[in-house]
């Protein structure tokens, strides 16, 4: 409980911290900067509806508001695809490359001061370590392939854990 408990919170304060910096800096909130920085990364500075939702792990319907919210802004620009008129891109606008340039220098300082100056190299490598195999498990999992990429996603045990506390 210990340990669940720590990450929620943990995850709550950080975001909220990064989240107020960005803000100060550049008027953009954490959810903007990662559409962004998403965007900014994608070839062509575009990605399908689709793919940003998967990359940002949203549903569509909620990526949909978002792109609606930042077009207002002039951050991004929705588009159909060329040669399949059914499907919408995002695009980055110069406007939201010039923020995001903007703004990155203020979001690395804010990620160092909240998290990574705080922990040492060795709890940075184990903290990296434990979310690789959170991440993998969770992405093998919703693949259907479960943990060891072999079949059914592993069932919880039955066993308490080692310790809770």
């Known amino acids: 409980m210990r340990a669940w408990l720590g990450y929620v919170r943990t995850r709550d304060l950080i ?3 990064i989240g107020r910096d960005a803000g100060r800096a550049a008027n953009l909130s954490w959810v903007e900067y990662s559409v962004l920085v998403y965007l900014a990364d994608a070839p062509g500075q575009r990605l399908t509806f689709a793919d940003l939702a998967g990359a940002l792990e949203w549903s569509q319907s909620r990526l949909s508001h978002q792109i609606t919210r ?4 002039g951050l991004v620009a929705r588009e159909t695809m060329p040669h399949d008129q059914r499907r919408t891109v995002a695009r980055l606008t110069t406007a939201g ?3 995001l340039t903007t703004a990155a220098p203020a979001h690395v300082r804010s ?4 998290m990574i100056d705080v922990l040492d190299r060795g709890q940075l490598a184990a903290l990296a370590e434990i979310y690789d195999v959170l991440i993998n498990h969770h992405r093998s999992a919703a693949d259907g392939f479960g943990p060891t990429g072999r079949g059914a996603p592993a069932q919880p045990s039955d066993e308490p854990a080692a310790d809770l506390a």
Do not use: F, N, S
């Not at 930042?70 to 802004?73: A, V």
């Not at 990620?111 to 909240?114: A, E, L, N, Q, Y």
């Open 15 to 17: 975001a909220a911290a």
């Open 70 to 73: 930042m077009q207002k802004r």
């Open 97 to 99: 490359g010039q923020l």
């Open 111 to 114: 990620v160092r001061r909240h």
